[in-house]
Antibody, heavy 121, light 107 residues
Framework: QVQLQQSGAELAKPGSSVKISCKAS????????ISWIKQTTGQGLEYIGY????????NYNEKFKGKATLTVDKSSSTAFMQLSSLTPDDSAVYYC??????????????WGQGASVTVSS | DIQMTQSPASLSASLGETVTIECRAS??????LAWYQQKPGKSPQLLIY???SLHTGVPSRFSGSGSGTQYSLKINSLQSEDVASYFC?????????FGAGTKLELK
C-alpha cells in the first residue's frame, strides 16, 4: 500500500536549519509529485510547494521562497524539505503528501504522518 | 491568493444525523475543490475531489456538491468514526489554499 514515512520530531534553535525526510513506498515514486504542507493551530494548513520527483523541478508558494528548499533522491524514493533561518513562527507540524494530478485535478491522495518542528532557544 | 472561507468553525451533531459543511472561495474555482478529513492526532485524508467525486475507499455517506464559489460537504447518517476536522482546499489556482477547518463533534 502507498506509504509516506517522515522523519521524527525536531527541536531547533532560532537561526538554525532542519531537514525533514519523506520516504515513499508502495508505488512508483517518480510517477507522482510530492507536496509539502505546514499546519499550525493559528494559521491552519498552508501549502509550501511541490517537487517533481522525476526532474527535481520545484514550484514554491511565494510565501515560503527562501524559507523552504525541496529536494529529492530518486535512488531511495525520498523527498526532503530543508527549512532555514528558523524562527518561532516556523514551529509547526510539516506534512509531505503525494500529489496526484490529472487533466482537471491536483489532489493530495496520501499523506505522511507529519513531522513536528519546534523552534526554541 | 484565493481565500477559502469555511463554516461553521465547529459543529455538534448526533449519531445518525445529516451534517453539512460549507466552503466559499473568494473567486470562481471551477470545481477545483477537495475535501479532507483529519482525525485527532492523524494526518489529513482525501475524501472528495473535483467538488463531487468520491475518493477511492471513502464511504458513500460522504458527498460533495457546489459550483462557482460555493461548495459543500454532506455527511449522511453520522457515525462515531466521523468525529474529525474537515478542510476544504482549492487547486484551481496556485498556490493551493485551504479553509480554516470545521471541527465536528458528537452531541
Amino acid at each position: 500500500q502507498v506509504q509516506l514515512q517522515q522523519s521524527g520530531a525536531e527541536l531547533a534553535k532560532p537561526g538554525s536549519s532542519v531537514k525533514i525526510s519523506c520516504k515513499a513506498s508502495g508505488y512508483t515514486f517518480t510517477s507522482y509529485y510530492i507536496s509539502w504542507i505546514k499546519q499550525t493551530t493559528g494559521q491552519g494548513l498552508e501549502y509550501i510547494g511541490y517537487i517533481n520527483t522525476g526532474s527535481g523541478g520545484t514550484n514554491y508558494n511565494e510565501k515560503f521562497k527562501g524559507k523552504a528548499t525541496l529536494t529529492v533522491d530518486k535512488s531511495s524514493s525520498t523527498a526532503f524539505m530543508q527549512l532555514s533561518s528558523l524562527t518561532p513562527d516556523d514551529s509547526a507540524v510539516y506534512y509531505c503528501a503525494r500529489l496526484d494530478y490529472g487533466y482537471n485535478y491536483e489532489v493530495m491522495d496520501a499523506w505522511g504522518q507529519g513531522a513536528s518542528v519546534t523552534v526554541s532557544s | 491568493d484565493i481565500q477559502m472561507t469555511q463554516s461553521p468553525a465547529s459543529l455538534s451533531a448526533s449519531l445518525g444525523e445529516t451534517v453539512t459543511i460549507e466552503c466559499r472561495a473568494s473567486e470562481d474555482i471551477y470545481n477545483g475543490l477537495a475535501w479532507y478529513q483529519q482525525k485527532p492526532g492523524k494526518s489529513p485524508q482525501l475524501l472528495i475531489y473535483n467538488a463531487n467525486s468520491l475518493h477511492t475507499g471513502v464511504p458513500s455517506r460522504f458527498s460533495g456538491s457546489g459550483s462557482g464559489t460555493q461548495y459543500s460537504l454532506k455527511i449522511n447518517s453520522l457515525q462515531s468514526e466521523d468525529v474529525a476536522s474537515y478542510f476544504c482546499q482549492q487547486y484551481y489556482n496556485y498556490p493551493y489554499t485551504f479553509g480554516a477547518g470545521t471541527k465536528l463533534e458528537l452531541k
